[in-house]
């Protein structure tokens, strides 16, 4: 580490000679490896950017220069290079800091960023602020990692045309996206690596980009010298720099789609994913496996996320052309699946509750205002450690409030088959279903509910005047306050499962005003636009009382899961001191 | 109307010898022109299709062959050739039918539409669909007008090099979106244009596509040539029209922002608009215009629709580059905010409620997680009659769930000067203010709030027992039925103005805990998920009812809003019965 030891500003980056950059290069990627062995984190796409990232701090002058990252989970060497090495070294900082950028952290991060494609809309904005403040300095969108084919993403690059000044858009070409990058685009960026950037058809040109082309995006003296050549420019241009996912790491290269985020693990090199517990996810896809082997009039579409639902290699294979990854297009997947149905096959959306909300427009219109009888499986949603920019809470205000859709909220296995089996059948409603997080809780029975009967709630026990209603991954908690409140308290509260949290069950809710003084619900999600305020709303002209649960509507990062549900006040001890003292009033 | 007279389905059409097609169009035009002139529509756009649709159903057969309109304003010649002529030629019957696509009018209309950019996509599923079912037919999607620039689209685009099979994408190159078209996209297709077809630098070549031009689109006779050619072809090609925005009507040809879309006029050709009276809109240019006299020091963005927000061409002129318009691209619009404020440069966006709702996840990440001042000024958000692709109802669920976010609700002119002060001014949160509809209402008093105290409502009137919470367009329904409480039951109501609707004040509705029994909230939008249901949270714990008014998780198209008001129980003198017999229980 004698290299890194003396750098602890960018400052001291510059004085380095060129010819040692390649040994930095070295210590930071041994630094990256060694802390996501630790925590984990994204591997192989931080370890193809290494001498990109030194190489432009190395040329350009940042906090001066703006260096926006797309979705910026390739910030690490940025971060090692600029004053936060030791939250990458020291054991005890590794996880104080965040793996996207964070404009809290330090001057050299302008956003806090998680989702894809943003980068060039922001350093439009930042270009055109300064051209109109007539300030003088580079702006710099790092893009890359399958970004560059969201539709925002274009957007910004058409919009940067009208800039006519500098902006420099960075294209980390490393060839994959989370897995492997799809369409048009694609095509066009293996023809210019293929051609080492001079075939006549190229998309950035006919987009009237200046362009220049570098296939050794991993040699740290010529990505120095093609940013020194481009440094100040005063039109935007695209540099496509064509590197090598999980470059330096062999294991990495090797298995490039596993290797994008790795879990942390024991020992260098022994990152591959063994076989994964029974999780919800695997539960879904082992439904569609076993449907698929009977019936093969479905498809499953996802927006390049198969491994976040755990869509397997080998289940890919087996879908053949019925596995559909269109690519970080998370709006294109919705109108998508709308024009499947429409074509009479059955299609499914397997996303991320997160990601997700790039698609709120699509699926309100092309799917609820259509009436069309999509299944969107929406995989995460709930309070949790993540980072603030993956926070998954935001799921139910965004579906419960869309006409004509259904929401779904499963409470253990059988009854996410049951779901599933309902969505695979029916074909009357939009419909989305809350895929559970956490461990699988499996009933062994069957479940053989009536999903068309709509908005009917189940009631699992018959109580007086406390009941408790809980939603998906907290029908637990309920039931565990419930044990507790009889056992503890000799209180005979009601249970409630409501299944469906896009509407109330009215006559259920109704019939509770005769017998009930308290009405809770629990939520694993964002309280605020959510289902338990549709309860509220019901009982808020009677007497009804009505308790929500559920997370504040703040942004929050990597906090302490037990620090979150101390404060929402969703320990099951709280909610039973709660249900106590209101009893007693 | 000789030939039209004959034309009852498209096999009828098909009759037609094609060199009395261009008769045909003729007549199609005059028809178009009329009712527009009786009840308003778009204008401008549908006469530069009439030839390109004609000829589409020439040569295609729908609804064998499926054609999906983008946006689908432009889709009058594909009405009156699939059996809805008399809807646009019977007065009676004018104001009967959509100015879109809908799936539930006719079976050539494939779906309900009204935003851009999703044509390719769902054309793509189409696509797909059929290959997987092994069927025969062309799919096609229409598109122009400056929908091609949005991000979807270009998703859409990508993704549909991987069909390797039958997609023809139609474009209507008018040279124009609502207003100028702008970006590198457009100057591609310009140069394509210029080139007739023949430049090397092609975008869609680029993207894999094989590429057709017509530069006389709005020659029946070509246009039929060339879609014979590429019927049946069996991979996905773009063709690119070039049609003349307005076509057949001069003045429509001259002025071809203003003949985009037009209200109902008197006479043919007197369709230019006279000097608008005063709106919200134009109290909003007012101030900026103001303000830009004294001081230059920010932009204002708009996603193509300067016209929607009354930005006028005098004013875009005054403004120069302050005044940025950047495509049909609500997505960059946000991320591009974000990146003017980061730059320092104070940067306002005036977008439409109904389109706001694409920008969902650059909004909530880009803004309100990284905390930048911004202000997004949300126009149209009302109960209306307006076709259901613009329902402008969600605006509230959707933007006072997202943490961080302030959104303000003025009730009259003063109140939105003195909050469009306050945007200007702050530098303190990303903020967003629901202008108001309808006619101008004006105090004549100057608005001195502190909006820096943030969450704090306004009390106009003192009372008791009943509290009635008018929200920005409802504040004067709520002052009136304040009135006629007092005046005719002798009742003294406590009248609140919220301001701020994206939290509660919470000191204030604890202090109505004291002497009221019943809080009403009137709010013009769809009520699950919006301000009432939060008032309903604060008081589900209380013995205080609150009635929430507004509109019902529904689609709605084209409704009388009288028929609106009474489903919704909005006319006054129902909230008076309603709050009366609750006070009588």
Redesign the interface.
């Known amino acids: 580490m004698k290299l890194l030891d003396k750098i602890n500003s960018l400052e001291d980056l510059k004085k380095i000679p060129v010819e040692k950059l390649e040994n930095l290069t070295k210590e930071i990627r041994d630094v990256i490896i060694k802390r996501v062995n630790k925590i984990g984190g994204h591997l192989g796409s931080n370890l193809a950017v290494v001498e990109l990232i030194t190489a432009l701090h190395y040329v350009f002058d940042s906090p001066k220069d703006?260096f926006?990252f797309d979705v910026s989970h390739q910030c690490y060497a940025h971060k090692i290079l600029t004053g936060r090495k030791d939250f990458f070294i020291k054991d005890e900082l590794l996880d104080k800091i965040s793996g996207y950028t964070n404009?809290n952290e330090s001057e050299h991060d302008?956003?806090?960023?998680?989702?894809t494609?943003?980068s060039i809309?922001?350093?439009?904005?930042?270009?055109?602020?300064?051209d109109?403040?007539k300030e003088d300095y580079n702006v710099l969108a790092i893009i890359g990692d399958g970004a560059l084919?969201?539709?925002?993403?274009?957007?910004?690059?058409?919009?940067?045309?009208?800039l006519k000044s500098n902006l420099i858009i960075v294209l980390n070409d490393n060839e994959m996206s989370i897995s492997n990058n799809?369409?048009?685009?694609?095509?066009?960026l293996e023809i210019l690596r293929k051609t080492k950037g001079k075939s006549?058809?190229?998309?950035f040109?006919?987009?009237?980009?200046e362009y220049v082309y570098l296939d050794e995006g991993n040699d740290i003296t010529k990505l120095v010298k093609t940013f020194r050549e481009l440094k100040d420019n005063n039109v935007p241009i695209v540099v496509h720099i064509h590197t090598k996912k999980g470059c330096g790491l062999r294991v990495a290269e090797e298995n490039k789609e596993e290797f994008h985020w790795c879990k942390k693990q024991g020992i260098d090199g022994k990152y591959l994913r063994g076989k994964q517990d029974e999780n919800y996810p695997i539960v879904v896809n082992e439904f569609f496996k076993n449907t698929f082997k009977k019936n093969q009039d479905f498809?499953i579409v996802s927006p390049a996320t198969p491994t976040l639902t755990f869509i397997s290699k080998e289940f890919r294979k087996i879908l053949k052309?019925?596995y559909?990854d269109?690519?970080i297009?998370e709006?294109?997947s919705?109108?998508?699946?709308?024009?499947?149905?429409?074509?009479?096959?059955k299609?499914i959306l397997e996303i991320d509750s997160s990601f997700m909300?790039?698609a709120?427009?699509?699926i309100?219109?092309?799917i609820?205002?259509?009436n069309i009888p999509a299944t969107i499986l929406v995989y995460g949603g709930n309070i949790s450690q993540s980072e603030?920019?993956h926070q998954r809470v935001?799921d139910i205000?965004?579906l419960?409030?869309?006409?004509?859709l259904i929401y779904l909220a499963p409470t253990n296995k059988e009854e996410l088959l049951g779901m599933l089996s309902f969505a695979k059948e029916q074909n009357k409603y939009p419909l989305a279903i809350r895929i559970p997080t956490g461990k699988v809780v499996s009933t062994g029975e069957m479940d053989n509910t009536n999903y068309y009967e709509i908005n009917k709630f189940k009631v699992i026990q018959n109580g007086e005047k406390i009941a408790i209603i809980g939603v998906g991954n907290f029908f637990e908690k309920a039931s565990n306050v419930c044990d507790i409140l009889r056992k503890k308290y000799h209180i005979n509260a009601t249970l409630i499962n409501p299944c469906f949290i896009s509407?109330v069950d009215k006559d259920l809710l109704e019939n509770l005003k005769e017998n009930h003084k308290v009405v809770v619900v629990l939520e694993d999600g964002?309280?605020?636009?959510?289902f338990?305020?549709?309860v509220?709303?019901f009982?808020?002209?009677?007497?009804v009382?009505?308790?929500?649960y559920g997370a504040d509507?703040?942004?929050i990062s990597r906090r302490k899961i037990e620090l979150s549900y101390n404060k929402y006040r969703l320990e099951e001890s709280m909610i039973i001191d709660d249900i106590i003292s209101?009893l007693e009033e």
């Open positions: 703006k926006i404009q302008l956003f806090i960023t998680g989702h494609s943003t809309s922001q350093a439009c904005g930042i270009a055109k602020a300064r109109l403040k084919g969201g539709g925002e993403a274009f957007e910004g690059l058409s919009n940067a045309y009208e799809y369409g048009g685009l694609y095509k066009n006549k058809t190229n998309f040109k006919a987009l009237g980009f498809v052309n019925h559909i269109v690519g297009c709006q294109h919705v109108s998508f699946l709308s024009g499947l149905l429409k074509g009479k096959i299609a909300q790039r709120y427009d699509q309100l219109q092309d609820c205002l259509n603030a920019t935001f205000p965004i419960s409030n869309i006409p004509n509407n964002i309280k605020e636009g959510g338990g305020y549709k509220c709303n009982f808020a002209n009677s007497f009382k009505v308790k929500c509507k703040e942004f209101e």
